[in-house]
């Protein structure tokens, strides 16, 4: 099967750097996504990672390593809306491809 | 503007009642997905659909079912069948296979079972 393990919560301070860890196990691979979610509401795509090295977009940055089978979500600059839950997630060979199978979720608090 | 809608945002069932969650888009998006999401848990994906008449079982699919008739809608109904239905449930989608590691989420619907 797949999983992913990222820790349940991470704490900082505004304008602090936080990075969220991502370690899966899956069949096959296509690419890392992350997406962030605050409470109640609808989860919204960060960033994709397909291929190893970083990808920054903003305050965030995704980091993959394809052969540790590991990722990062790294956000700089912490600002207290910041606070949310992270979500990394795998598409799901087992379900052609599409599907995604998501981690538990990093709940992010952010502090003044 | 593009998006996705879902209705009711809040919903209240008795047990044993069969009830059904809207998920409408305007994105021209093949391939269209529902999830459940309990508290202080990840998303667990209930069924997806990658083209009209067409979808396929997720983990969870056990109590639920779906339809695809056009593309822009894909509703989920909770069956009595469904042991613990009390969830937040989400709708996404995504441009297909291609575009599926970036999907678009709805606001979801809350399911409380009284």
């Known amino acids: 099967g797949q999983s992913l393990e990222q820790p349940s919560e991470v704490t900082a301070v505004e304008g602090a750097i936080v990075q969220i860890n991502c370690t899966y196990q899956?069949?096959?691979?296509?690419?890392l996504s992350w997406y962030q979610q605050h409470d109640g509401g609808a989860p919204t795509f960060l960033s994709y990672n397909a291929l190893d090295g970083l990808e920054e977009t903003g305050r965030f940055s995704s980091f993959l390593s394809r052969s540790d089978s590991y990722g990062y979500l790294l956000l700089q600059e912490l600002q207290m809306k910041d606070s949310a839950s992270y979500f990394c997630a795998v598409r799901d060979q087992g379900q052609a491809g599409t599907a995604l199978i998501f981690g538990k979720g990093t709940t992010l608090s952010v502090s003044s | 503007d593009g998006g996705i809608t879902q209705s009711p945002k809040y919903l209240f069932r008795k047990e044993g009642q069969n009830v059904t969650l809207s998920c409408e888009q305007n994105l021209n998006h093949d391939a269209m997905y529902w999830y459940r999401q309990d508290p202080g848990q990840g998303l667990r994906l209930i069924y997806y659909?990658?083209?009209?008449?067409?979808?396929q079982k997720g983990d969870i699919a056990e109590g639920y079912s779906v339809s695809r008739e056009k593309k822009e809608s894909f509703p989920l109904t909770v069956t009595s069948a469904q042991k613990n239905p009390t969830a937040f449930y989400l709708c996404?989608?995504?441009?297909?296979?291609?575009?599926?590691?970036?999907?678009?989420f709805g606001p979801g619907t809350r399911l409380t079972v009284l």
């Open positions: 996404a989608s995504s441009a297909g296979l291609a575009g599926g590691h970036e999907q678009f």
């Open positions: 659909s990658q083209i009209v008449n067409d979808f």
């Open positions: 899956t069949s096959g691979f296509y690419g």
